[in-house]
Nanobody, 119 residues
Framework: QVQVVESGGGLVQSGGSLRLSCAAS??????????MAWYRQAPGKQRELVAE???????NYAQSVKGRFTISRDNNKNTMYLQMNNLNPEDTARYYC???????????WGQGTQVTVSS
């Protein structure tokens, strides 16, 4: 199967920056191309897409983070990153990594990493 582990969350002041990492492993990922994405979920709210990146590097961002967040990936390491700049309290949430293998129609989630932005 696939293991997904996020890291890099923490407490930061408004206007600050954080860099999240997502390490994915599993033989499936060495066989099939896969997209990766960051989602977030704040208390009392639905989980929402933050940014996604295809195996070829095509990216897509939620409107609320455009210009502030940058998603990237290192295919050699099967690791994805989310550089978050100019954070504000509305960015406070648990951030989850998702790995999606299209040909299998399957996706895997990590346990998430907490990001808290104080005003």
């Amino acid at each position: 199967q696939v293991q997904v582990v996020e890291s890099g969350g923490g407490l930061v002041q408004s206007g600050g920056s954080l860099r999240l990492s997502c390490a994915a492993s599993g033989s499936i990922l060495r066989t099939y191309s896969h997209s990766m994405a960051w989602y977030r979920q704040a208390p009392g709210k639905q989980r929402e897409l933050v940014a996604e990146i295809s195996d070829m590097g095509t990216t897509n961002y939620a409107q609320s983070v455009k210009g502030r967040f940058t998603i990237s990936r290192d295919n050699n390491k099967n690791t994805m990153y989310l550089q978050m700049n100019n954070l504000n309290p509305e960015d406070t949430a648990r951030y989850y990594c998702n790995v999606f293998v299209l040909v299998m129609g399957k996706n895997w989630w990590g346990q998430g990493t907490q990001v808290t932005v104080s005003s």
